[in-house]
């Protein structure tokens, strides 16, 4: 219950998971992906690139309530954004973050998020590799240490947690 999926609005076309309609002459796009509640107070971390460039943020529960959002920070170096709901005296549920550096080649762990629409879809996999620093988001140079998982990650899961078997949010995907 602490993953959420994320609409967004986009004028002028952005990269998020699905391509932009063309309307009245201009690029607007609704456009999807997952994010993870990481406190009660209702921030949420998701991906820099579901969010940037969002005239609206629109979060989805998965009890079925619907928040706007607002963006608190981002970073496109690392790729990561933290957004908030205000769910007033509504209890939110919340992932507990773990220590991605204690992660173990071999251990299991689980994607939550939305790929192709379809809220809360959990893949199972391994940790292949830690301390990859091929992979440069947004080809922005710089150091970075990903982990990388044989789970899959497909369109719309951009933004969800990888979890630990503890149930601990170890990354983002």
């Given at each position: 219950p602490t993953?959420?999926?994320?609409?967004?609005?986009?004028?002028?076309?952005g990269r998020g998971d699905r391509p932009?309609?063309?309307?009245?002459?201009?690029?607007?796009?609704?456009?999807?992906?997952?994010?993870?509640?990481?406190?009660?107070?209702?921030?949420?971390?998701?991906?820099?690139?579901?969010?940037?460039d969002a005239s609206d943020i629109h979060v989805h529960l998965q009890d079925e309530r619907e928040f706007s959002a607002r963006?608190?920070?981002?970073?496109?170096r690392t790729d990561m954004a933290l957004i908030r709901i205000e769910a007033g005296d509504q209890p939110l549920p919340?992932?507990?973050l773990g220590?991605?550096?204690?992660?173990?080649?071999?251990?299991?762990?689980?994607?939550?998020?939305s790929p192709f629409g379809l809220s809360?879809?959990?893949t199972a996999g391994i940790?292949?590799?830690k301390g990859r620093r091929e992979v440069q988001?947004?080809?922005?140079?710089?150091?970075?240490?990903?982990?990388?998982?044989?789970?899959?990650?497909?369109?719309g899961n951009s933004g969800g947690p990888l979890f630990n078997v503890l149930g601990e949010v170890i990354g983002i995907n």
């Open positions: 993953v959420v999926s994320i609409v967004i609005d986009r004028s002028g076309g932009s309609d063309e309307e009245s002459g201009r690029k607007h796009g609704r456009e999807q992906g997952s994010g993870v509640i990481i406190n009660p107070r209702g921030f949420i971390l998701t991906n820099n690139h579901v969010v940037e963006l608190i920070g981002r970073d496109e919340w992932a507990p220590d991605s550096d204690r992660v173990q080649i071999g251990e299991w762990v689980m994607a939550i998020g809360h879809t959990v940790v292949s590799a988001p947004g080809n922005q140079p710089g150091f970075f240490d990903f982990l990388q998982t044989d789970a899959p990650i497909n369109p």
